[in-house]
């Protein structure tokens, strides 16, 4: 019976194993510090208990080498799981180069999971075990928070930008998904569950589905919102070519420089003035109220997928795949 | 066993009447009169945390709705933090004992004090009116952009309740920090100053600096959700996450307003219980002083997993590990007092020895929160509930305890049941742990704050929490019960039941409502046990 009760979670992705491995680091120090200094308060305690309360204590008033001991060893002691702590935590943060993309967006009270193929899903999130998956997410209504115990991750969904978690999983099986950022009424509504399958039972599971891919979608609303209009590919437009602009630098009208990742894209959708490009006007709508996030999103994975222009002076740093380079942030 | 007589004329019966205690300008009255509603509030926030408590009994959410659970942990949050724990220390004990203990009438602005507690009072009726007509589901944090678009609880009524009682606050901690530089008597130089007055005073500085952002704070919502300004609504071009930003600049700042004073406390009953003078008296009174200062620059650790730059997240995560070194000094300085001592034991002692081994785990289990890689998986979950109620609770919490048990002869002239205090004492300490040792697992498990229902697994770990959550609340029954005894039937305690040092002692109790007869004069240096000859009563 107790058996099956857990007091630890599953280490069910690649990283699992080291923050457990700081955890009971950072555990083992503080345990010797909490008992070294029971122990120093027992043993005096009842040394010295005085019954009556009618004597006085020996005259001492401290000692500046041991308030510099204890004063130094701590901080010392604390800079190394500050620091190991941090190498930790930017292996969290950083994703690979090569990472599966799903998008995902939350609203009161559930989450949805978009595939690049087009299969979508709702408090559910099959990935394939073994290969690195990054998610980019963004909440359309309050705060919420992907939290993966299993996976050891967790990022707030802020409405208004995107955030992102990337995980390897390295175990088979069903763990749990939770909201973790207080949203109202369900918000412990708000759960699921993520599958974590063998790479092939993976791609079965996502061509079950007919959808279009993300990118053709993209596509369409390009046409639909009358984007390809001013974007042109050759670079003639009123707006700047996408060919190949994601991941790249771009230059901006006010003289500074952004990187053309997830977020810039939607912005430059959403707020098009706001960090206008270059040598180009500001005669871009807002495309606020007239595309949603997934919209956004597929527009972003349709830009990914375009192919650099054949640049015949600088070579292109493989930007063909449409699986292009994470975003830097 | 001698009976000592009661002081004929104090400031508890030389006038009567409702009048007398309502527009009196004595800082032990107004202290007591905080104490009231301090324990109001203690009582309210309790029945709340019952409820949430009664909730978590089983996975399903069966007991109360959805709605109403939100409602319940939100209120208990703001009950506690607001009413409860920012007052208990410095507006009670600080109130009544901060002027005794330098040797001054009263504090420097004694009308300035009773409109603090008259502030307080409304801004609790406010609270509590927005509670009765309904509550508030926000969580006590107010993130927006749920606190301003999504809610439709009394969010606004609760944001003024919360915004008038941040007066009261910043006017108190200016009360005492003039107080402390202009009143101090004859002889008693800032070295001579008992480490709760050093305590107080570091509080009073977060007070005046860290209370108006949180008004600013407070009011931007309501011109949020009231009038629409685009301050934290993206749509509107605003940002949610400059909200946690100038949230957490006061509130991370709070929690030293919360620890600081009953570590005051700590060092007093200490020194007094081991007859010894505090080891590294200046260490302790600077680590007051550095913990203040330092406080104001950790607040976006609460932010971790709320979209800040890694690089940010590394300084603040650095930062979070300095302001633990002052804290770990105090309590080795705490421990080295104890060293060759004459210990008595006796309640007040009890709850120190229950403060260190509590507020050892909290505070411990805060560099597993500042640890960057490890916060990740923790923050947001009971990990931190736990967490913080070992500092807040334990910490917070049973160091006022130890601080009633101690002044409480001061302040009555009244004795209470020894070997009461002690159980009592221990129920807390035994209660505590049980109540929320086990949140630690859970949050390591994965288990999420704030949830109403949740995954059967989690639900041993839960039954256990509320189990320690009832002899937790027999714990603190108990005190009210036999303070309220010792009230009327309490054995006359005389000047210093204790054998203590400090100007607090030499005069009766309880005290003249004048305090002293006479201008005392300071000639020692605090905690001087080493040429006394003690007697105790």
């Known amino acids: 019976m107790l058996s099956s009760i857990p007091i630890f979670p599953a280490q069910a992705s690649t990283f699992a194993a080291d923050v457990d491995k700081l955890y009971f680091l950072i555990l083992a120090v503080t345990s010797f510090f909490a008992i070294a200094v029971v122990i120093f308060v027992a043993v ?53 180069a090569e990472t599966l993309q799903i998008y995902s967006t939350g609203k009161r009270w559930m989450w949805r999971f978009q595939h690049i193929n087009g299969r979508a899903e709702i408090n559910e999130l099959h990935v394939p075990k073994g290969r690195a998956v990054k998610i980019t997410f963004t909440s359309e209504d309050v705060l919420h928070d992907i939290y993966i115990p299993a996976f050891r991750v967790k990022a707030d969904a802020i409405p208004g930008r995107y955030s992102e978690i990337w995980f390897e999983p390295s175990k ?8 973790a950022e207080y949203c109202g009424t369900k918000h412990s509504g708000m759960i699921g569950r993520v599958v974590v399958m063998e790479p092939r039972d993976y791609q079965a599971w996502l061509s079950g589905s007919d959808g279009q891919p993300l990118a053709v979608r993209g596509q369409q609303l390009f046409q639909q919102l009358a984007c390809v209009t001013c974007h042109l590919n050759d670079g003639t437009g009123r707006g700047p070519s996408l060919a190949g602009v994601y991941g790249s630098k771009v230059e901006l009208a006010n003289g500074t420089g952004v990187t053309a990742d997830d977020g810039y894209i939607r912005e430059s959708i959403l707020t098009p003035q706001m960090k206008l490009v270059s040598g180009f006007q500001p005669v871009m709508p807002t495309f606020q109220g007239l595309v949603n996030e997934e919209g956004v999103m597929s527009l972003i994975e349709y830009i990914k997928s375009l192919p650099a222009p054949a640049a015949p002076a600088a070579p292109a740093p493989a930007a063909t795949a449409p699986a292009a380079r994470p975003a830097q942030r | 066993m001698t009976t000592t007589a009661f002081p004929r004329r104090t400031y508890l019966n030389h006038e009567f009447g409702i009048k007398s205690w309502l527009l009196t300008k004595d800082h032990k009255r107004i202290g007591l009169m905080y104490l009231v509603l301090v324990t109001l ?19 399903a959410g069966d007991l109360w709705s959805s709605d109403t659970y939100n409602k319940l942990f939100t209120m208990h949050g703001i009950m506690m933090v607001f009413f409860v724990l920012i007052p208990a220390v410095p507006a009670i004990l600080g109130n009544f004992v901060l ?80 107080t402390v ?32 952002v949180i008004a600013i704070t407070v009011f931007m919502l309501a011109l949020e959700r009231g009038l629409g300004f685009g301050i934290f609504d993206p749509t509107l071009g605003g940002d949610p996450v400059l909200f946690q930003h100038l949230f957490w600049f006061y509130s991370h700042p709070a929690v030293y307003i919360m620890i600081l004073p009953p570590m005051g406390v700590i060092s007093e009953v200490i020194a007094c219980f081991s007859r010894k003078s505090v080891f590294g008296y200046s260490f302790v009174a600077f680590s007051s002083l550095a913990i203040a200062v330092f406080g104001f620059v950790v607040w976006a650790h609460h932010l971790f997993v709320a979209g800040i730059s890694p690089y940010s997240a590394m300084v603040f995560s650095f930062l979070s590990f300095a302001v633990a070194i002052p804290s770990a000094v105090k309590t080795f300085n705490w421990t ?23 507020f050892l785990v909290g505070g411990l289990t805060g560099l597993f929160l500042a640890s960057l890689g490890l916060d990740v998986h923790l923050h947001d979950t009971y990990f931190v509930v736990a967490h913080f109620h070992y500092i807040m609770v334990g910490g917070a919490i049973m160091g006022f305890f130890a601080g009633l048990h101690y002044y409480w002869p001061k302040i009555t002239g009244r004795m209470y049941n020894d070997t009461l205090g002690k159980t009592s004492a ?31 697994e989690f639900q041993v770990f839960n039954v256990l929490s509320s189990a320690g ?27 210093n039941p204790w054998g203590a040092t400090g100007l607090e002692w030499t005069t009766q109790s309880p005290p003249l409502p004048e305090n002293f007869p006479d201008q005392p004069v300071v000639t020692e240096e605090a905690y001087d046990y080493s040429k006394r000859e003690i007697k105790v009563a």
Not at chain 2, 46 to 58: M, N, S, Y
Not at chain 2, 193 to 207: E, G, H, I, R
Not at chain 2, 336 to 358: D, H, R
Not at chain 2, 430 to 454: K, S
């Open chain 2, 426 to 456: 221990v129920l807390i300490f035994v209660g505590f742990n049980l109540t929320f040792f086990p949140q630690f697992i859970l949050g390591y498990l994965g288990m999420p704050r704030r949830y109403h229902a949740y995954p059967p």
């Open chain 2, 99 to 178: 002027p005794l203990m330098i040797g001054a009438k009263d504090v420097a602005f004694p009308k300035i004090n009773l409109i603090s507690w008259y502030i307080f009072l409304i801004g609790m009726i406010v609270t509590v009116g927005a509670m009765v007509v309904g509550g508030v589901d926000t969580g006590w944090t107010f993130y927006v952009p749920y606190s301003t678009q999504a809610s439709n609880t009394n969010v606004m009524a609760t944001g003024i309740g919360v915004f008038i009682t941040g007066f009261s606050s910043i006017l108190t901690g200016v009360n005492f920090m003039v």
């Open chain 1, 44 to 96: 005096f305690a009842i040394k010295y208990q005085d019954h009556e309360g009618t004597q006085v204590g020996a005259p001492i008033h401290g000692s500046i080498p041991l308030e510099l001991a204890w004063s130094f060893i701590p901080f010392v002691i604390s800079i190394g799981i500050f620091a190991y702590a941090t190498v930790v935590y930017f292996e969290l943060v950083r994703p690979p």
């Open chain 2, 336 to 358: 080295a007092t104890m060293y060759k001592g004459a210990i008595w034991w006796k309640s007040p002692m009890f709850y120190v020895f229950g403060f260190m081994g509590l």
């Open chain 2, 41 to 59: 509030a203690f009582m309210l926030g309790g029945i709340f945390a019952a409820g949430v408590r009664a909730e978590l009994t089983t996975p």
């Open chain 2, 469 to 495: 959550a009832s002899v937790l609340a027999i714990g603190y029954l108990l005190p009210f019960l036999y303070f309220t005894y010792s009230i009327f039937k309490g054995q006359a305690a005389g000047n």
């Open chain 1, 172 to 179: 088979l099986g069903d763990f749990h998904l939770f909201c």
């Open chain 2, 181 to 212: 530089h202009r009143m101090r008597a004859p002889g008693m130089t800032w070295f001579r100053l008992p480490l709760l007055v050093w305590a107080l005073y570091a509080t009073s500085l977060v007070q005046i600096l860290g209370t108006p």
